[in-house]
């Protein structure tokens, strides 16, 4: 039976950016997706690299800061690797809070200027208080797409439509994994699957299971009126608007527990519509093009599970809820560390799996 050095389970942002990762390290890796590679949390992201000290966690700062530098680099070389464009935009976010007396703080220039769209809130009885953050946004299907086709370019293989049952063991030690259809050998088998980590066999801390979850989001995409009509995220209480250089619009997004129920539901895209309205009147006149519902993988505490498991050769990466693009670049780098045992760049002790043993 061909054996590989190492398997990845799941081929989201996160698996595909630590497959090529390792392959850089000069390890044969294999990509095992139960779907279709890209098409799960990251295809449904809407690509906001959020990373300010004000809205980080303050476990999460340090590694979120870290991706977001490299970023730049990271979509750099799944583009040349790729040949593939990738819309990353770094005009940066506006950031509204509900606020009685209103005002701006800390803008550049008037907001008035910055998104003239933006609907005038003086005098209304709540108001919002705004903040300009220099944050990126990328489009996660242009990243998703871009790093299949960088694996594809490296020779990293390739398994879709199998869905890994089991993580197998030999004399204690991790030798590869079982799926619905077969089976495939290798000495390092990392799990990345998301939403559905907590599915497979021999996941244990302790004798629990990883407590990942499905959270869902729903959100949709329309033609804004005039391209570059927004310009700059928008992040408000009840929406958040994700322009796309194309002249697309992202309206996002809901946060419910489901299960892994990915139904859209009319009335709630709707509401997602109105509240964009009411922020960008002009919205009223857009084209309405699609609207969709992903998983994020959750955990008990909010934070991903990164690193080693009981289990000799078997690693976890997974549970990034809603930072799972932001922090793709990073995750690869410090996961190739821990599976090279190489000293860790970062502190990785507050996303031990080990902590949800007992």
């Known amino acids: 039976m061909k054996s590989w050095d190492a398997i990845i389970v799941g081929a989201g942002i996160i698996g ?14 294999l990509i095992v997706e139960k779907g279709e590679p890209g098409r799960e949390a990251s295809w ?42 990738i819309d990353l935009r ?30 005038a809130l003086d005098g209304e009885p709540m108001s919002f208080t705004t ?14 797409a871009a790093a299949i086709g960088a694996a594809r370019h490296r020779g990293i293989d390739f398994s879709s439509g199998d869905h890994v049952l089991t993580v197998e063991t030999a004399d204690g030690k991790t030798c590869g994994v079982r799926t619905n259809k077969t089976r495939f050998a290798a000495g390092v088998v990392v799990n990345c699957a998301g939403a559905w980590a907590g599915q497979i066999g021999l996941e ?54 489901a299960g892994f129920d990915k139904r859209v539901v009319p009335e709630t895209i709707e509401k997602l519509r109105l509240a964009a309205v009411d922020l960008v009147p002009i919205l009223a006149e857009a084209r309405f093009l699609s609207a969709w519902a992903g998983l994020r993988p959750g955990t008990p505490d909010g934070l991903p599970i990164l690193g080693v498991t009981p289990t000799p050769g078997y ?44």
């Open 204 to 257: 244990k801390i302790g004798p629990h299971p990883l407590p990942t979850r499905p959270v869902k989001g729903q959100m949709l995409c329309v033609v804004m009126p005039e391209k570059e009509m927004v310009r700059h995220v928008v992040r408000a209480p009840e929406v958040y608007l994700i322009p796309r250089s194309d002249g697309r619009m992202l309206i996002g997004a809901t946060s419910e527990e």
């Open 44 to 85: 449904a992201a809407g690509g906001m690299l959020v990373d300010s000290p004000t809205e980080t966690r303050p476990e999460l700062r340090e590694v979120a800061m870290a991706s977001a530098r490299m970023y730049p680099e990271f979509v750099h070389e799944l583009e040349d690797e790729s040949g593939l464009k």
């Open 16 to 29: 595909l950016a630590l497959a090529i990762e390792l392959n850089k390290q000069g390890l044969r890796v």
């Open 315 to 358: 690693f976890v990466a997974t549970g990034h809820f809603r930072d799972g693009i932001l922090l793709a670049p990073v995750t690869a780098k410090v996961m190739g560390q821990v599976i090279g045992g190489k000293k860790l760049e970062v502190d990785l002790r507050a996303f031990a799996a080990a902590r949800f043993s007992g």
């Open 90 to 119: 770094a005009a940066g976010t506006l950031l509204l809070t509900r606020s009685e007396a209103g005002g701006n703080d800390a803008l550049p220039v008037p907001l008035t200027e910055m998104e003239p769209a933006l609907r």
């Open 131 to 144: 903040q300009f953050l220099q944050e990126r946004c990328v489009d996660p299907r242009d990243l998703a």
